[in-house]
């Protein structure tokens, strides 16, 4: 009897410790990708916060269809901004006519959009999210305007406009 109870906490304690390294390399792993917001929250908490269509673009990653945004003609002087968090990240005056349907930009607010690799259409794209929340923005190709010859093609919907004072 005493001798059961002892082999089945062993067998207790073995399998906490198998389970608990297991977790600890999940943990290392997820860490690593949320510490690099300094907005976190769950997908529950943004579909909250959102609209549907913002919840999609932003967090999902989807793509507005072209002309669609009210951003697109704006020619307002001011600030773009995160539609999720706020952060600015593009200012008017890099804002230009790119023809392409969605706002384009030839340069960020450096240090507030961050950038990653996708293959989602079958080619290598470099994928742009707001820096602080990790809200999916839009791409960026080379094919811009100068100084910079870039064009980041950005969802508008993922963009509020804050009008200059
Ligand atoms: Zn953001």
């Not at 943004?46 to 990653?61: G, H, I, N």
């Amino acid at each position: 009897m005493y001798k059961n109870i002892f082999i089945a906490i062993g067998f207790a304690l073995v399998g906490c410790q198998g389970n608990s390294q297991k977790k600890e390399i999940v943990q290392e792993t997820t860490e690593k990708k949320e510490t690099k917001f300094s907005v976190v929250k769950t997908e529950a908490e943004w579909q909250k916060e959102l609209t549907p269509e913002e919840f999609y673009v932003l967090r999902k990653a989807a793509t507005e269809n072209p002309f669609t945004s009210e951003l697109l003609e704006n020619k307002k002087e001011g600030t773009y901004v995160c539609a999720a968090c706020g952060t600015e990240l593009f200012k008017s005056n890099t804002k230009f006519k790119s023809g392409t349907g969605w706002p384009s930009f030839y340069e960020e607010i450096e240090g507030n959009v961050a950038y990653d690799v996708d293959y989602k259409i079958g080619y290598k794209r470099t994928e742009e999210h707001c820096a602080t929340c990790g809200g999916h923005l839009g791409h960026v190709f080379e094919d811009g305007p100068e100084p910079t010859g870039l064009r980041h093609c950005i969802n508008g919907v993922a963009l509020d406009f804050v009008p200059a004072e």
